[in-house]
């Protein structure tokens, strides 16, 4: 079965962190481009940080450069996003989403599509982070 699970979601304050994890299963994960995006009511989706599993410098928002850094774990088949000084701006409904059979070249197009096409790619349930100041 294809999916995306993610945890780590949560409420903090203001300057503090959280890490959400995203563990995928059902695709062949080491050829696939991940990202992390989040959406709040009424605004479009916004994609945070991306990357291709099998390499190459993962892309931010820049918005967030600095502060979150998103990694993975090829044995556990999970991409993480580590989220440092958090901002209220940054509360949001967070997904992870992945695009199998992609490549380091096709990170923007894959992070692009992701926003502009509710349908592209394979979505997890989301996660909710809450920054209160």
């Known amino acids: 079965r294809v999916q995306l699970v993610e945890s780590g979601g949560g409420s903090v304050q203001a300057g503090g962190s959280l890490r959400l994890s995203c563990a995928a299963s059902?695709?062949?994960?080491?050829?696939?481009?991940m990202g992390w995006f989040r959406q709040t009511p009424g605004k479009e989706r916004e994609a945070v940080a991306g990357?291709?599993?099998?390499?190459?410098?993962?892309h931010y928002v820049d918005s967030v450069k600095g502060r979150f850094t998103i990694s993975q774990d090829n044995a556990k088949s999970t991409v993480y996003l580590q989220m440092n000084s958090l901002k209220p701006e940054d509360t949001a409904m967070y997904y992870c989403?992945?695009?199998?059979?992609?490549?380091?070249?096709?990170?923007?197009?894959?992070?692009?599509?992701?926003?502009?096409?509710?349908?592209?790619?394979?979505w997890g349930q989301g996660t909710q982070v809450s920054v209160s100041s």
């Open positions: 059902g695709f062949t994960f080491s050829t696939s481009c």
């Open positions: 989403a992945a695009a199998d059979a992609c490549s380091w070249r096709e990170l923007p197009t894959f992070m692009i599509a992701t926003v502009k096409t509710p349908t592209f790619g394979i």
């Open positions: 990357l291709f599993i099998g390499g190459g410098d993962p």
